[in-house]
């Protein structure tokens, strides 16, 4: 519902472009997309330490664009946390209420509730300072719910603790979300934590929303190739359309004719982009001529422990296939130079919008 | 012996330090405090407790007691604390301004404040007489102020500034996500960041200004002598080094009481940050 523009320097950018976001009341809505593509702008926007240079702010029904920061029903979990330094861990939790001059039992009250809420119950003295990475997050965190904001807005807020700590919190945090029954807006840059955690995804690309969905929508169903390779990974293969029936369309491509279930709406003719995901191709050895079938040789292989990924050569193409380690699988391992057949399920080549 | 020499080894060059110029050159000043001006700019004995006595107003006799050294360092406190005031309420918004500009025009700015130093200090005060005399202030207690306040802003403005430089912003935002107006957000999340600064820049303010007697001499006139006035013409034109050396104690102890009752209040950390 709001656009932004924002001038650097004096050259003008646009950061925001024709944003027209409907975030659910209780949802969990992730904004994903690389740095630069304006995610944070949004959330500042969001907060109200930025302004919209046009369109509106809307929370829960009422116009909040120019109402200041303080005057929200809003409050942010920082990405550096931003906690108080020379206030202990209580007082930084206490805060919010403080400034909405709550004091006596009631404080006392909320703030142990929220401290154990995110399990810090046992850090109320000491300062932020001694504390790791991940009990900082906490404080943080419970900063922000104690005031029970009608949207709890996370600016990356685990970008900055290892890979263990970050998915334990992430099922935390929705756990959380879950719990609290809070609006929660989480921005990222990590396609995984937004899929782990998400109701629904908000895909951004320099200042646009490219998709909206659920993250099942979004993975198998990608509508531009930024969306395709930006969640996940990829293969493009362009072509024509020839031929389109209430069941889906037939495409030719340099790898032959190639069957969707998609595209029923297309005209014949029309120049498409098909995507399927590496793991969706199935590596087999033998051509059995049952249709979609692209013959290949192995490249590359790069083993990473729960899966081996193919780099493969189909036709001038390059194509990935990810097939699972399992051991059943383990003695149709395929070697480097060997010639295999990909079979590419109609139900899994979607067709992108563009081009 | 073998420790003796690693006690020196280890502590040596810090020991000799304050050692030279410290321990030394004040054991000298009390050892003259306690001798007797002989003739103009002479000492010699005999050993007396004559000079202290008149420090704290008792004449050679200790019979009558008259606290006009008490009252000049009543005024010189009041003096200087108030200078020290108009610095913070003058520096402070300066050192925001200066740190808060892009980096060109903030070295500028910082070597325009620095400039003043390449020209001698005392000629500088003089050049306020010229400034000042148009205006029929020379002498007074205002164009002491103004002096003071020439002479230290730039003493109170580069360590407020060095740590508002390294303010986190950041938190001014998460301030008043949290709910604080702007001017309670300041206090709350910059206000305690720019402390060091502060503190530093009212010391560094402060104790020069307290022992100031060129300020005083030239811009105020007899009516605002200050307790620096007092040392200095005690070892100019009073030629009595005894008198002077335990007028110097009274000067000292005062700072000392001073950063005494801070640190007492400010507990550990306000002693490290001190030194």
Redesign the interface.
């Given at each position: 519902m709001f656009k932004s523009f924002r001038n650097a320097q004096g050259a003008e950018t646009r950061v925001l472009d024709d944003i027209d976001l409907d975030i659910r009341k209780g949802e969990f809505f992730s904004l994903l997309g690389p740095s630069g593509c304006g995610k944070t702008t949004l959330l500042r926007i969001l907060?109200?330490?930025e302004q919209p240079d046009a369109g509106a702010v809307l929370i829960g029904g009422r116009d909040m664009t120019g109402v200041?920061?303080?005057?929200r029903p809003?409050?942010?979990v920082?990405q550096?946390y931003?906690?108080?330094p020379?206030l202990s861990v209580y007082d930084n939790v206490a805060?919010?209420l403080r400034?909405?001059g709550i004091g006596g039992a009631a404080l006392r009250d909320r703030v142990g509730r929220a401290m154990e809420t995110v399990r810090i119950g046992d850090f109320g003295t000491r300062k932020p300072d001694n504390l790791s990475g991940g009990q900082r997050q906490r404080v943080a965190l419970a900063?922000?719910i104690v005031?029970e904001p009608e949207v709890l807005l996370l600016d990356e807020p685990l970008s900055a603790l290892d890979l263990k700590l970050r998915k334990e919190l992430q099922v935390e945090l929705s756990n959380l979300q879950e719990t609290l029954g809070m609006t929660f807006v989480f921005v990222t840059h990590d396609q995984e934590e937004a899929l782990v955690m998400s109701d629904r995804i908000a895909v951004m690309n320099r200042g646009r929303v490219e998709q909206l969905g659920k993250a099942e929508d979004l993975y198998e169903r990608p509508r531009t190739a930024f969306v395709a390779n930006f969640l996940g990974q990829s293969n493009l293969i362009p072509g024509k359309v020839q031929e389109v029936s209430p069941g889906g369309a037939v495409v030719l491509t340099e790898h032959g004719l190639l069957r969707t279930v998609y595209g029923a709406d297309l005209s014949v003719g029309r120049e498409v982009m098909l995507s399927i995901r590496p793991e969706k191709l199935r590596m087999e050895r033998d051509d059995e001529t049952e249709g979609n079938e692209v013959r290949a040789r192995v490249d590359d292989i790069v083993y990473t422990g729960a899966e081996n990924q193919y780099l493969l050569e189909a036709n001038g193409q390059r194509l990935v296939a990810f097939q699972l380690n399992s051991d059943i699988g383990a003695d149709e391992d395929f070697d480097y130079e060997e010639e295999v057949a990909l079979y590419l399920p109609p139900a899994s080549l979607v067709i992108l919008e563009e081009g | 012996m073998l420790t003796l020499r690693r006690f020196f080894a280890t502590l040596g060059p810090g020991v000799l330090w304050l050692a030279v110029f410290l321990i030394v050159p004040v054991a000298i000043m009390f050892g003259y405090s306690l001798l007797t001006r002989t003739d103009l700019a002479q000492v010699g004995g005999p050993l007396t407790l004559e000079s202290w006595g008149r420090v704290f107003g008792y004449d050679a006799l200790f019979r009558e007691w008259v606290p006009d050294n008490l009252r000049v360092l009543g005024r010189s406190v009041l003096i200087a604390g108030f200078s020290t005031l108009l610095c913070i309420l003058m520096g402070y918004p300066l050192a925001f301004y200066i740190a808060r500009q892009p980096a060109r025009r903030k070295s500028f700015l910082l070597l325009l404040l620095i400039i003043p130093f390449w020209t001698n200090f005392l000629i500088r005060v003089y050049a306020w007489i010229l400034i000042l005399r148009p205006f029929d202030l020379v002498p007074s207690l205002t164009a002491t102020f103004l002096g003071m306040v020439y002479a230290f802003l730039p003493f109170f403005v580069l360590p407020v500034y060095s740590s508002v430089e390294k303010v986190d912003w950041r938190l001014l935002e998460a301030a008043q996500d949290l709910g604080a107006s702007p001017i309670k957000a300041f206090m709350a999340a910059v206000f305690p960041q720019t402390l060091p600064g502060l503190i530093a820049g009212i010391l560094l303010t402060f104790i020069p200004a307290l022992g100031t007697f060129v300020v005083s001499d030239i811009l105020g006139g007899a009516k605002t002598a200050l307790i620096g006035n007092l040392v200095q013409n005690q070892f100019g034109q009073a030629g009595d080094w005894p008198y002077g050396s335990a007028l110097s104690f009274l000067l000292m102890g005062a700072v000392l009481v001073g950063l005494w009752l801070y640190a007492r209040s400010a507990g550990q950390k306000g002693l490290e940050e001190l030194i």
């Open positions: 907060a109200g330490f200041p920061p303080n005057l809003v409050n942010t920082f550096s931003a906690l108080f020379h805060f919010g400034q909405k900063r922000a005031n | -």
